[in-house]
């Protein structure tokens, strides 16, 4: 049992030692949200405050995390005092409550190919997802990462919540886009 033992530490010692580890570069990375309702959709913008990844010597991705600063949350396609209007809307407690919860976050527990699967938290709450995401260039990645709102309890308007609301509903799925995310 011994030999076992280290015969497979000495199997993994170089995945560890070739591992490099690389930093969100926050001034090249696009983080984007689209919202889509019965008439219509917003889409806008959102930064990342921090976050990495590792790859193995390979260059494929082992692990991550990654923060987003929800109170950086802007739309794009309004202009003026409707624009502001949504801005303080998405940060109150119908959505995110940047108040209680300023960030959300992302942790990768594991990569399959060109999918990646981990623990997205918002509003404080944890919940597993999985995307499929593409590689730009060097550590540079795209993605598209659709997120059900209701798992995190933002129910605002959510037609699987509130069963009388017509046509007057916001769909409970939003999408993140990573366009792209850099690192240095």
């Not at 219509?40 to 193995?56: E, P, R, Y």
């Not at 540079?140 to 009388?164: C, G, L, P, W």
Request: aromatic fraction near 12%.
């Amino acid at each position: 049992m011994k030999n076992l033992y280290f015969l497979i530490l000495f199997l993994l010692t170089p995945l560890l030692f070739f591992a490099q580890s690389y930093n969100v570069d926050t001034s090249k990375s696009n983080v984007e949200w689209l919202g889509e309702k019965t008439t219509g959709s917003h889409n806008g913008t959102l930064l990342i405050q921090d976050g990495f990844i590792k790859v193995d010597k390979t260059g494929v991705i082992t692990e991550g995390e990654f923060t987003l600063n929800m109170e950086s949350i802007k739309c794009s396609d309004l202009q003026g005092s409707k624009k502001e209007y949504l801005e303080d809307h998405l940060k109150d407690e119908d959505f995110f409550n940047t108040k209680e919860h300023p960030t959300a976050s992302f942790k990768i527990t594991k990569v399959s190919g060109n999918k990646i699967l981990g623990i997205m938290t918002i509003k404080g709450i944890s919940k597993p997802i999985s995307f499929h995401y593409k590689q730009n260039g060097e550590l540079q990645y795209h993605a598209n990462i659709v997120i059900d709102r209701t798992m995190f309890d933002v129910k605002y308007k959510s037609k699987t919540i509130f069963k009388d609301l017509g046509d007057n509903f916001i769909y409970d799925d939003f999408t993140i886009t990573l366009n792209p995310i850099v690192f240095k």
